[in-house]
């Protein structure tokens, strides 16, 4: 009798994943098809993000990296098989509360879909559909589940009416029910097993058919790549020749496109046609401003070299990356709108909503603060902003780099907060003195004999004047400073080193073009940025 059950509520089990499943696949293929902005997985994974309180943004990034979003969604999909078995098993004892769980989790969709920033008129349809199909794909399933996989089976019977005497079930009172002839039965559980494999593979065909026709009709990657920038008002001098030190594993000076770190909260980069684009610029000004792609691209575009480093960088992290951006000075357009003497902030908004409260200074004095749209040569890719975004020197990304940028409003710290600084981030996020050792690696096996150290050092729009390396705690030694590209970019350094047996602890620190020190005192990204020393194990033998 309990392998009987067991094999039931399996069976049930079964039955509500394959139509959540079912269910899943035909809403991302909706999605992909009419409204690619409201995934399913998309939506309720951008609703968890905004959700998150810093201190799991921070554990996301620390263990899973540049692939936390891809963790998020994996995260996502468990739990939803989770909640899709246990509606099965209730189904299957309860009906139709088991449905109703699988259309609830449409609604909520719904919800969330309708209520993000810039939702269309049909944002409601890919979980609606997601949610109806489903509900009603569970409540099949499970039928058939339950007609194969009976929750009981009768004891079979010793006399003519199923009792070792011949009487009909005396002691028992009610009769059990009669179990299906075994024939029946194995006709059931083809047909359940048919069923629910149909079902299961229509979702993982709705999945992939989805994202490839999301790739497909993707308007701002193919405008993209067919776009051609207009040629620089002011070009940025040439890399210098002494910026690149040329030692294998240290970080290139200028950061390809390909492997620019990317954090954001958008599980779904926003798809904006350049021809749809336009930026307003409004609030504590003399007069608003209204910005069109077209007439962005006619001003006289410059190219500046600047770092960008995430929030949540720890120390001796990979959240960082340097390009060569060309874009408009920032300065010029809030000079044109009239800002208000009153004013200390700029709250910038992304097409999906998103903040950022930079302050106002760092986007009127003298630093290349731009409104970027080409990265390292080519149009923004649609990952890192297209066709617009900003970049700031001298500020973490999470109050200055806002990507998909369409707004700028002038304002005040005491007026507006951002999407961090409501979580708990500092409002301001200026760039603190960092240092890395790149190599050799954490962990290295070197044998004995002579070696270098090498690494890269940064506080963007201060400067680097010097960095130091300290061997197992003995006196800090100064390291060669490749030729900087500029305040406001990384720059590599190195170090000879003799290598002798043993196991040693090689640590650095960054010395700013005012002095500073990098601080030996430990601290979280949280609120405003990590600080300490970068150290790392090397093994010679």
Not at 466 to 475: C, L, N, P, R, W
Request: hydrophobic share 45%; aromatic share 6%; net charge negative.
């Amino acid at each position: 009798m309990a392998t009987t059950r067991t094999r039931s509520l399996l069976a049930a089990a079964a039955a509500g994943v394959c139509g959540v499943a079912f269910g899943a696949g035909l809403g991302e293929a909706t999605a992909a098809i009419a409204v690619p902005e409201s995934s399913p997985f998309a939506v309720v994974g951008g609703a968890l993000i905004d959700a998150a309180p810093p201190w799991a943004k921070d554990l996301a990034i620390e263990l899973f990296g540049l692939a936390d979003k891809v963790a998020l969604l994996i995260g996502i999909a468990i739990v939803m098989g989770l909640v899709a078995a246990g509606a099965g098993v209730l189904e299957s004892r309860r009906p139709p509360w088991g449905s109703v769980i699988a259309a609830a989790l449409g609604v909520v969709g719904i919800v969330v879909a309708t209520s993000r920033a810039g939702a269309s008129g049909f944002a409601w349809l890919p979980a609606a559909v997601a949610g109806a199909a489903a509900a009603i794909a569970m409540r099949m399933l499970v039928r058939l589940a339950v007609r194969a996989y009976p929750p009981q089976t009768a004891v079979p019977a010793l006399g003519d009416a199923g009792s070792p005497d011949g009487r009909a079930g005396e002691a028992s009172g009610a009769p059990e029910p009669s179990p299906a002839a075994p024939s029946s039965r194995g006709v059931d559980r083809r047909g359940f097993l048919a069923w629910s494999g149909a079902a299961a593979a229509v979702g993982m065909i709705g999945l992939v058919v989805g994202n490839v026709a999301r790739a497909g009709v993707q308007a701002a990657t193919t405008v993209r790549d067919a776009l051609r920038l207009p040629s620089p008002a002011r070009s940025a001098p040439p890399i210098p020749a002494g910026a690149e030190l040329g030692i294998p594993d240290l970080a290139p000076v200028v950061t390809p496109n390909g492997i620019f770190y990317r954090i954001d909260t958008a599980l779904v980069a926003p798809q904006i046609d350049p021809a749809d684009w336009s930026l307003r610029i409004h609030g504590m000004v003399d007069r608003e401003v209204s910005l069109t792609w077209d007439e962005l691209l006619a001003l006289p575009l410059e190219e500046t070299d600047t770092t960008l480093t995430c929030v949540s960088n720890t120390v001796g992290g990979g959240l960082i990356g340097n390009a060569r951006w060309l874009g408009y000075p920032i300065r010029n357009l809030l000079e044109k709108a009239g800002v208000s003497p009153d004013a200390d902030m700029v709250l910038s908004r992304s097409i999906d909503g998103w903040t950022a409260s930079t302050p106002l200074e760092a986007l009127t004095d003298d630093r290349d603060s731009i409104l970027a749209v080409g990265m390292n040569g080519e149009p923004l890719p649609v990952e890192h902003g297209f066709p617009v975004r900003m970049v700031v020197p001298g500020l973490y990304g999470y109050v200055s780099a806002t990507k998909w940028v369409t707004e700028l409003k002038v304002t005040r710290f005491d007026s507006d907060t951002a999407y961090w600084t409501t979580r708990g981030w500092s409002a301001r996020g200026p760039i603190k003195l960092q240092s890395r050792i790149d190599v050799p690696r954490f962990g290295t096996r070197l044998a004995p004999g002579d070696t270098v150290i090498a690494g890269m050092a940064w506080q963007q729009h201060v400067g680097v004047a010097g960095v130091e390396v300290q061997i197992d705690g003995g006196e800090w030694m100064p390291a060669t400073l490749a030729t900087a590209i500029s305040d406001d970019t990384w720059v590599q350094w190195s170090i000879p080193w003799t290598a002798t047996a043993g196991r040693h602890e090689v640590r650095c620190r960054a010395i700013s073009a005012t002095g500073e020190v990098q601080t030996d005192d430990a601290a979280p990204p949280a609120p405003d940025g990590a600080t300490g020393r970068h150290r790392i194990d090397v093994t010679v033998e």
